[in-house]
T-cell receptor, first 110, second 110 residues
């Protein structure tokens, strides 16, 4: 089992819809969870992080964490074509390093 | 947010040669991380660079191939040695404190 798993996609949603991106992790000791957006040819850009169970909202983005289920998700409301990118989930591991999922490609259709 | 400067941004190198990538952070940090992103893949951690001690390498990565220096708390270098076409990737440095990345070095080995 991979340490951090994401659906590779592509996930296609119409403009204005809610995009839901999911991530599961294997290490129950993980404390910090990160979502990145990566445009083609660019380095990852941090969208948000979450430490506590529940929801964390930042503008159109909401991160949801359920430690009991070892599940973290990212919701993007009112999706825009500019949101089309690969979204990477990362989980902290021992020593402060981050373990990344394989990424989910999101395509928002006008 | 941290500002992380990485150079070169890209390079094309001959097989058998070495390339040193530099990473500068705008404030002092205890740990810096080096990642590799192969074409179409997610990020894989190469090593953790700690100031004042040897770098800690992940499984599959060795010091002879990827020597790392960390002379102070704001700077690190990664060398890709004796390069082969399989080393063609994007190399990224990161400061875990803020989970931010440099702009990456796109390496092509011919």
């Amino acid at each position: 089992q991979k340490e951090v798993e994401q659906n590779s996609g592509p996930l296609s949603v119409p403009e204005g819809a809610i995009a839901s991106l999911n991530c599961t992790y294997s290490d129950r000791g993980s404390q910090s969870f990160f979502w990145y957006r990566q445009y083609s040819g660019k380095s990852p850009e941090l969208i948000m992080f979450i430490y506590s169970n529940g929801d964390k909202e930042d503008g159109r983005f909401t991160a949801q964490l359920n430690k009991a289920s070892q599940y973290v998700s990212l919701l993007i409301r009112d999706s825009q074509p500019s949101d089309s990118a690969t979204y990477l989930c990362a989980v902290n591991a021992q020593g402060g390093k981050l373990i990344f999922g394989q990424g989910t490609e999101l395509s928002v259709k006008p | 947010s941290a500002v992380i400067s990485q150079k070169p941004s890209r390079d094309i190198c001959q097989r058998g040669t070495s390339l040193t990538i530099q990473c500068q952070v705008d404030s002092q940090v205890t740990m810096m991380f080096w990642y590799r992103q192969q074409p179409g893949q997610s990020l894989t951690l190469i090593a953790t660079a700690n100031q004042g001690s040897e770098a800690t390498y992940e499984s599959g990565f060795v010091i002879d191939k990827f020597p790392i220096s960390r002379p102070n708390l704001t700077f690190s270098t990664l060398t890709v040695s004796n390069m082969s076409p399989e080393d063609s990737s994007i190399y990224l440095c990161s400061d875990y404190r803020g989970a931010f990345f440099g702009q990456g070095t796109r390496l092509t080995v011919v």
